[in-house]
Structures are given as structure tokens and as C-alpha cells.
């Protein structure tokens, strides 16, 4: 009886251990999209990234639970998306996936649906997927009203009935909507409290030379306004000016509109932000590269790239490096408080060279960003990051893959016997090179 007893608990242990927690799906991002709309189920995005302490946390607690994995079972089909590898940079500029763990649901036809993020309790996740489920099943859910849109973008009541749910889901990036019913509604006076909470309410959609802008700048600070810009709302509108800034700026870069990028540069001082030709050069930098226009964002950058880098004296800043290294080894509590200049030299130059490498098309190009890497591994010996930094540009943009994972092999090593945040990242990396696989640099 012992014996049947075992037998019958061991052929049980995989259905109990299917049953709990989430089922992610290990195929493509399109399969598992697929797999949604055939169940006609809704498709959960867990976008998170191997260093990520949160991520690992409701990995390791909420996403395991039974009753999280029963609700699962009956309501999503879910993916882990690595932002940082292989399908999932793409992901995480597609679906504007920032804080980490960033999660998106989306329907079968690949509408967002709601989005939230962070490491919280199971009641609260629960309570987040539940939410984006109501969302989903009332007639007027965001995908529903996103098709409506197109036709319905000159009918008031329409368009802020759009406008309130684009809010409730948490969605970003519809200045355009808002913009539209400020054009068209007729119902709420520009003095009225109900403007004041609107634009509050939507303060980060809010962007230079537009409708809700033109409105702010006739009433702030005018007697009505003064009755209901208070507590909350009037820390809203300090923090405004600045927030328009990057509001606008993304806009630009969403758009490739140079004309915003200029009303930018000609309004940033009202936010205090001093603009003057460094920072117009900084901001077309950080547009370029953004919108991926490379041959402009390479003919910006080179000259000053190569001239920083070839100024450096590595040679003097190895030594003081190994001299703090040295120093930190005996305990030297000064060296231990602080990191050497050396250090920041040669992240300096990696970012350099991330950003550069974006648009490594050339044999030139590509020969460039691996020796303007060298530099920066060489300033900091045995530095597990900069050692796997190294090792990707080697194997992307080198002659010699063999030397390249040799290099993320001693980085990993590395990162374990300093036990660096970034050992996961390293391992993850390595075994896509080793089975030829292609890496992003990140």
C-alpha cells in the first residue's frame, strides 16, 4: 500500500506543481499573442530585466501563488518579455514599457488594454488585472474606442468619454486626444474649476504651442483660477513648466517635428532650464538619436567623441585604478567611500559608444566603436561591467569571437566573486554568444 501510496504522489506532483503560480508561455511574443486571441483571452506583458531586484521579487513570491495562477489560468495568457534581449527592446518601445517590472495587457488584436507596474502585493496585483478584465468587457474599452476614434474625433461627448478611459487605463502618449477636445468641446469655460481639474488631471499630456498650453497661459494666475488652483492641484501646476519640457520633447521626438524641438528650446526657460548652444546641440543630439536618424546623430557626436577619447591618458588612470583597488584590499577606508575618477572616465566613453553603436554600419564605424571600447576596458581592469561591455562590442563589431567570449567569460567570473547586480545579465549574455546567438547592446 506504501509502494501504490509513493507511486500515486509522484505521478501527482507535476499536475500540483502545473497548478501553481503563473504559466508564461516560452515561445515568441506573436505566438503567445496568437494563443490569446484564439482563447479569446487577454495577453499579459511581464517586462522585466535580469538585474531587476523587484522583478526578481514577485517572481520568486506573487507570481508563484495558486490562487494567482488559477486566475491566470482562467483569464490570460502571459509572457516574460527580457527588455534587454532578444524580442524585448522592440517590446519595450513599442508598448512604452518604462518602470520595471513593467506590466501590459492587451487584447487579442494587440490593443493595450491597461498598464501598470512595480513589485506590490498579490492583493493589489489581483486587484490591477481585475480592473484592465472590467475594462476589457465594457462595450466602451480603450481598443473599442481607439477604432471609434478615427471616426468619431469631431463628437464632444465621444471624445472626452475617450479621454476619461485613456486615463483610467493608465495609457500614455495622447496629447493628440487631448488636444482634440480642447478644439472641440464647448460645454466647460476656460475659467471654470472643471477646466482647472481637466488639465490637472491630464498635466502630463500637456505640451508647448498647444491648446491646453494657450489655455494655462490666459488663466493661470487670474482670479478665478486662483479659487480652485490649491493644495494638490497647485503643486501640479508649479511643477508643470518642467514637466512640459520633457512632455514636449518626447512629443518632438514621437512626431520627428524639429519645429516642436525648437519651440522647446525657445520656451525651456520658462522652466528654468537654461538653453544655450552646448544644450541645443545636447537636445538635437538626444533627438537624433532618439528618432534614429544616425548619419545626423554620428556627424554630431564624432568629432567631439574622438577628440574626448583621444585625450584621455589611460595609462595614468590604470595606475590610480589599480593603486584604489590596492588601497580598498587593505581596508583604506577613504578608498572605500569613494570611487576613482578612473571610473567614471570609462563609463563615460561606454555610453559613448552604446549610443554610437546604434548606427555601426560601416567597416569604419564598427572599427571605431570596438577601439573606442578598448580604451574604456583598459582604464578599469577586472570591472565586470566594463569587461561585458567590452566582450559585446568584440562580438557584434570585431573579427574575433572567440577572444569576445573569452573576455565575457572572465567578466562573469568576475561579477561573481564581487557578487555585482549584474552577474544575470552576464550569464544570460555569455550563453547567447557561445550558442551564436545574436546580443543588443544595453
Known amino acids: 500500500m506504501k509502494k501504490i501510496y509513493s507511486i500515486l504522489t509522484l505521478m501527482a506532483l507535476p499536475v500540483l506543481l502545473m497548478a501553481q503560480g503563473i504559466h508564461f508561455e516560452h515561445g515568441t511574443f506573436n505566438e503567445a499573442l496568437a494563443k490569446a486571441k484564439k482563447e479569446n483571452k487577454l495577453l499579459f506583458i ?9 522583478c526578481k521579487k514577485m517572481a520568486k513570491t506573487v507570481f508563484l501563488e495558486e490562487e494567482v495562477g488559477k486566475y491566470f489560468d482562467e483569464h490570460f495568457v502571459a509572457i516574460k518579455v527580457d527588455v534587454e534581449r532578444g524580442e524585448g527592446p522592440t ?11 513593467g506590466y501590459v495587457i492587451v487584447d487579442g488584436d494587440d490593443n493595450v488594454i491597461y498598464r501598470f507596474s512595480g513589485s506590490m502585493p ?57 488636444e482634440q477636445y480642447l478644439k472641440i468641446q464647448t460645454n466647460i469655460s476656460e475659467s471654470s474649476k472643471e477646466m482647472v481639474e481637466l488639465l490637472a488631471n491630464h498635466n502630463e499630456q500637456i505640451i508647448y504651442g498647444g491648446k491646453a498650453d494657450e489655455i494655462i497661459q490666459r488663466n493661470y494666475g487670474s482670479d478665478a483660477w486662483k479659487l480652485y488652483v490649491r ?8 511643477k508643470l513648466p518642467r514637466k512640459m519640457v520633457e512632455t514636449s520633447t518626447n512629443y518632438a521626438v514621437a512626431k520627428k517635428d524639429t519645429v516642436m524641438l525648437e519651440l522647446v528650446l525657445s520656451r525651456a526657460g520658462e522652466a528654468g532650464v537654461k538653453v544655450d548652444e552646448q544644450q541645443r546641440k545636447r537636445t538635437y543630439t538626444f533627438f537624433y538619436l532618439q528618432t534614429g536618424q544616425g548619419e545626423k546623430y554620428k556627424a554630431m557626436v564624432h568629432d567631439d567623441n574622438e577628440a574626448y577619447i583621444s585625450s584621455i591618458d589611460v595609462d595614468e588612470l590604470r595606475s590610480y585604478y589599480l593603486e584604489w583597488q590596492i588601497r580598498c584590499k587593505e581596508g583604506d577606508r577613504r578608498a572605500l567611500s569613494q570611487k576613482p575618477f578612473s571610473m567614471r572616465r570609462s563609463q563615460e566613453i561606454s555610453s559613448m559608444v552604446y549610443s554610437y553603436a546604434q548606427f555601426a554600419n560601416t567597416k569604419e564605424d564598427k572599427e571605431t566603436v570596438t577601439r573606442w571600447m578598448k580604451v574604456a576596458y583598459d582604464i578599469i581592469p577586472g570591472d565586470s561591467k566594463i569587461m561585458s561591455q567590452y566582450a559585446s562590442v568584440l562580438y557584434l563589431y570585431g573579427d574575433n569571437k572567440e577572444e569576445a567570449i573569452k573576455i565575457m567569460e572572465e567578466a562573469y567570473q568576475a561579477a561573481v566573486e564581487s557578487e555585482s547586480k549584474n552577474e544575470d545579465g552576464i550569464k544570460a549574455d555569455l550563453a547567447l554568444m557561445k550558442a551564436n546567438k545574436q546580443i543588443i547592446l544595453k
Open 46 to 54: 511581464d517586462g522585466y530585466a535580469v538585474w531587476c531586484g523587484p
Open 231 to 238: 493644495k494638490d492641484i497647485r503643486e501640479i501646476f508649479q
Open 122 to 178: 498579490t492583493e493589489r496585483f489581483l486587484e490591477n488585472l481585475e480592473t484592465a478584465r472590467v475594462n476589457n468587457s465594457n462595450s466602451n474599452n480603450i481598443a473599442a474606442l481607439a477604432q471609434r476614434y478615427t471616426q468619431e474625433y469631431e463628437d464632444e461627448q465621444f471624445v472626452r468619454l475617450y479621454l476619461n478611459k485613456l486615463k483610467e487605463s493608465n495609457s500614455t502618449g495622447y496629447t493628440d486626444v487631448l
Open 91 to 101: 517590446i519595450k518601445r513599442k508598448y512604452g514599457i518604462s518602470g520595471l517590472p
